[in-house]
């Protein structure tokens, strides 16, 4: 185990899973004053998304600066998905 003492939400199965729970509880309080970014439609989509984000945010569009950012990482999980069975599974039973 890599922490002894705190930080379980970055490697406990149930803590992972329990993100779409934790999500649907804050979209139902706050609708839509909450803005969802997915981490691929941003590398892949770079400049419709900050675009998104600037404008939900109310703030005008500055360029993003600074080395490309690296889409080698997309799909990066699925040569473990054999691995990953408990937690696809608790992301099947928590909705996802």
């Known amino acids: ?5 705190g930080n ?6 149930e803590h992972i899973a329990g ?4 999500m ?4 139902s309080l706050y609708g839509d004053r909450i803005l969802e970014v997915r981490y691929e439609d941003l590398l892949v989509e770079t400049e ?4 998104r984000i600037f404008a939900f945010c109310g703030v005008p569009e500055i360029p993003i600066a600074g080395p490309d950012l690296n889409r080698d990482g997309i799909g990066g999980w699925k040569p473990y998905a054999d691995h ?3 937690l696809l599974e608790r992301f099947r039973d928590r909705g996802g």
């Not at 185990?1 to 003492?5: A, K």
């Open 8 to 13: 379980t939400h970055a490697h406990d199965l």
């Open 48 to 51: 419709r998304e900050t675009a």
């Open 1 to 5: 185990m890599r922490y002894r003492t």
């Open 84 to 86: 990953l069975g408990p």
């Open 19 to 22: 993100y779409r729970s934790l």
């Open 24 to 27: 649907a509880h804050w979209r």
